[in-house]
């Protein structure tokens, strides 16, 4: 089922996000690897992994989610392993199951295969890496001990940064770190086995914080995410990644200094992604409209509108009544989105043919539909600020209220900038 299942997960992925952006070293293709990576957006993250490499990859996967044989079944096919995590286990017995995993494990880098593993444990929606676990490092030790470090495994740290942890449309930076020779441990492990797992636990965890974008106060997350919202609306060069250290490192030093004015620039903020949210525009989107782009696609956008707005509003809701956390819900509204939409094709294959449609007249019905829905999906921004632009009775449109909004706000935070 993986490999049935893994060309329409690329493509739903990136019809999910606006930009995927990868960065820094070359990916391992060849032989054993465990990669390894930040957890904050639960099942987007690991699709975004199996984007960024050509060769199948194998998933540690919470063992709560194996709860009958269906759900073992299923879960086993798409390549996930279960793993019992500690905070999961109400008795110590019930951790010796991972014994039976990191065997499974063992031999499947032992067959030079690509298993990839959140070392966090958890997911967590926030701009902070979670402390590591050992799991990683014990396993990819163990792996090469066991064949007398001439394995030649290595750990790949992977770096995920989105731009907004709970809306598609968003878009995400994948930073790739240089991948670490487990053997050049040997040493370290002949002498003191536990003090080697810290070891290379420990460069795991800093590789990963070097690849991603922390904020180091709590406090000032939001004011973060805000600003960092704008800046990105004004198409400045910089990845999400990139954007993030920049904005925390400037509002850590400055917001500190003068709280009064900070609080006031976020309250001007929430004004101007209120606002946009109430026009149904995406505040960190920018605002200017491409107007040959814009033409040329506007009838594509009308009908992909047209054509899909049901399951789309279907999956909104859906998902906000599945979802648990917040941070759960731009998977669920991806994986929803996967089940919905191949149900909403089907079903109009399955009526069309029904109805006695030729095969041929379907294919093109549903080559249409596909394109539509792209057409729709990437340029519907573009198409509600034209509408919001054009069509509003008045001299000043709500568009032109909030380029002046921005403008003004990215003149008074250029003003205070550090760097």
């Known amino acids: 089922m993986y490999r049935l299942l893994r060309p329409f997960a690329r493509v739903a992925t990136r019809q999910f996000f606006r930009e995927i952006r990868v960065i820094g070293e ?28 050509r060769r199948p990859l194998w998933f540690l996967a919470k063992a709560t989610a194996f709860h009958n044989k269906v759900s073992r079944r299923i879960l086993s096919s798409l390549h996930l392993v279960p793993v019992v995590r500690p905070q999961d286990s109400e008795r110590p017995e019930e951790l010796t199951a991972n014994l039976a995993t ?34 990683a490092a014990r396993i990819a030790l163990q792996a090469e001990a066991k064949h007398d470090f001439e394995l030649g495994l290595r750990i790949q740290p992977i770096g995920i940064t989105y731009s907004d942890f709970f809306h598609a449309q968003s878009s995400v930076t994948i930073a790739v770190g240089k991948a670490i020779d487990i053997a050049t441990y040997q040493a370290a492990y002949a002498v003191d086995r536990r003090d080697a797992v810290r070891q290379l636990s420990s460069r795991i965890e800093s590789a990963l914080k070097s690849l991603t974008a922390e904020v180091a106060d709590p406090a000032l997350a939001a004011l973060v995410e805000k600003i960092a919202k704008l800046y990105k609306s004004r198409g400045f060069g910089l990845d999400d990644r990139e954007r993030i250290r920049v904005v925390e490192e400037n509002v850590s030093r400055l917001a500190p200094q003068n709280p009064r004015r900070a609080f006031e620039i976020e309250k001007r903020l929430d004004i101007y992604l ?103 999906n990437r340029f519907s921004h573009q198409f509600s600020l034209a509408l919001l632009t054009w069509i509003w009775p008045g001299s000043t449109s709500p568009v032109d209220v909030l380029r002046w909004l921005g403008t003004d706000l990215i003149q008074e935070l250029e003003e205070l900038r550090v760097r």
Not at 274 to 298: H, P, Q, W
Not at 303 to 323: D, E, K, Q, S, T
Request: net charge positive.
């Open 102 to 135: 990191f065997a499974f494990v063992s031999e499947r880098l032992a067959r030079s295969d690509a298993v990839l593993i959140f070392p966090e444990g958890q997911s967590a929606a926030q701009r902070e890496l979670l402390p590591v676990k050992t799991g």
């Open 274 to 376: 209120r606002l946009s949210e109430a026009l149904t525009l995406d505040g960190s989107e920018r605002l200017e409209i491409r107007m040959k782009t814009l033409l040329f696609f506007s009838p594509l956008i009308v009908v992909g509108i047209a054509a899909h707005y049901l399951p789309y509003r279907f999956i909104r809701w859906a998902a906000h009544r599945a979802a648990k956390s917040p941070w759960q819900l731009a998977s669920w509204k991806l994986g929803l989105g996967f089940v919905v939409f191949l149900g909403w094709y089907g079903g109009i294959a399955g009526a069309w043919l029904f109805e006695g449609g030729a095969r041929g007249t379907l294919m093109l019905l549903l080559a249409g539909l596909l394109v539509s829905g792209w057409a729709a």
């Open 26 to 53: 070359k990916r391992v293709e060849e032989g054993p690897l465990l990669i390894v990576a930040n957890h904050p957006n639960v099942i987007l993250d690991g699709l975004l992994v199996v984007l960024l490499y």
